[in-house]
């Protein structure tokens, strides 16, 4: 089995949505005072690779551990859309040139190549983002969920965050945001899972992504 780890590394120095706390890692126990290592993890919900539910941002929604475990399992497939320039639109077009497989896929995972600028302010840049078509496809297809190697599912620009509101007014489906490593996924369907934290009444959590080929 080849497994490929879609997931970054949680540290203090890594980015975060802009007006975001930073991540700390504070050390409460030590091995030379106490014996063993432990150690206080502060972070947003929305941090490094994860998952928003749609309580994300409707009140009332779901909630990420209200969903069943199967919900994030499954056959996936990326959407290789690494031509766009920055501003374009992931369009209809970009979904289509994958065939069939896009109708068979669990998850649909959008590779805009993005993860190449984490760790740089070129991260925080226009990055493509769904249109009205291809977002209406998703919510059409009732998807376990979809997921992006960029830092959110709209424009950081976008304050209202439009294209959330639509995805989770009425579907429950998961989104995977700052995924990495896309571009080895190939262009079949694979085995895809993304399990988050299990919080109560979570509006998010941190997800160890991965994909694996039998």
């Given at each position: 089995m080849r497994v490929i780890d879609l997931t970054h590394t949680i540290r203090e120095d890594m980015p975060v949505f802009p007006g975001t706390e930073n991540v700390r890692l504070i050390p409460v126990n030590t091995y030379g005072k106490d014996g063993f290592?432990?150690?206080?993890?502060?972070?947003?919900?929305?941090?490094?690779?994860?998952?928003?539910p749609p309580a994300h941002v409707l009140a009332g929604r779901t909630t990420l551990d209200?969903?069943?475990?199967?919900?994030?399992?499954?056959?996936?497939?990326?959407?290789?859309?690494r031509d766009l320039k920055e501003g374009q639109a992931i369009s209809m077009a970009c979904i289509q040139r994958a065939g069939e497989k896009v109708r068979e896929a669990e998850f649909l995972l959008f590779n805009l190549g993005w993860d190449r600028?984490?760790?740089?302010?070129?991260?925080?840049?226009?990055?493509?983002?769904?249109?009205?078509?291809?977002?209406?496809?998703?919510?059409?297809?009732?998807?376990?969920?979809?997921?992006?190697?960029?830092?959110?599912?709209?424009?950081?620009?976008?304050?209202n965050l439009t294209r959330h509101k639509k995805l989770f007014q009425t579907c429950d489906i998961v989104?995977?945001?700052?995924?990495?490593?896309?571009?080895?996924?190939?262009?079949?369907?694979f085995w895809?899972?993304?399990?988050?934290?299990?919080?109560e009444g979570s509006d998010g959590a941190q997800v160890r992504a991965v994909a694996w080929f039998e």
């Open positions: 290592k432990e150690t206080l993890l502060e972070i947003s919900t929305h941090t490094g690779t994860h998952m928003d209200q969903f069943p475990a199967e919900q994030f399992i499954g056959k996936a497939l990326v959407i290789d859309c600028r984490w760790g740089t302010e070129d991260y925080f840049g226009d990055f493509p983002c769904l249109d009205e078509e291809a977002l209406a496809f998703v919510l059409q297809g009732h998807y376990k969920g979809i997921g992006f190697d960029v830092i959110s599912i709209d424009p950081i620009s976008d304050e989104n995977i945001e700052n995924l990495k490593n896309l571009d080895l996924c190939g262009d079949d369907l895809f899972s993304c399990f988050p934290l299990k919080i």
